[in-house]
């Protein structure tokens, strides 16, 4: 089982980029999700988060401008940013429970990370 993330990239303050995060094998599902992001010189910081029942909670950093998101079979979830601010740049990783189908056993997966430059 694994957390593929994709998206992310270098845009300019006021931009905006959507983050994919994806369970493989399909026979998985995301139950819960955690975005995060970690700075130079910083720790990692929780920035989003979906329960599984579809509620969401943001840091207040990025209330307003961040979403969390997934898609309805929950092989994937999102995070859209918009007016990306250059304090934003940081590599990002979602983090979720996981759990197969037709089984009540959970497992904790992180994804690779993926880059975000936000340039001024």
């Known amino acids: 089982v694994q957390l593929v993330q994709s998206g992310g990239g270098l845009v300019r303050a006021g931009g905006s980029l959507r983050l994919s995060c994806a369970v493989s094998p399909s026979r998985y599902r995301i139950r819960t999700v955690d975005w995060y992001r970690q700075a130079p010189g910083k720790q990692r910081e929780v920035v989003a988060s979906?329960?599984?029942?579809?509620?969401?909670n943001y840091t207040d950093s990025v209330k307003g401008r961040f979403t969390v998101s997934r898609e309805n079979n929950k092989n994937m979830v999102y995070l859209q940013m918009n007016s990306l601010k250059p304090e934003d740049t940081a590599v990002y990783y979602c983090?979720?429970?996981?759990?197969?189908?037709?089984?009540?056993?959970?497992?904790?997966?992180w994804g690779q990370g993926t880059q975000v430059t936000v340039s001024s």
């Open positions: 979906m329960s599984r029942f579809g509620s969401t």
């Open positions: 983090n979720a429970q996981v759990v197969r189908d037709f089984s009540s056993s959970v497992s904790d997966y």
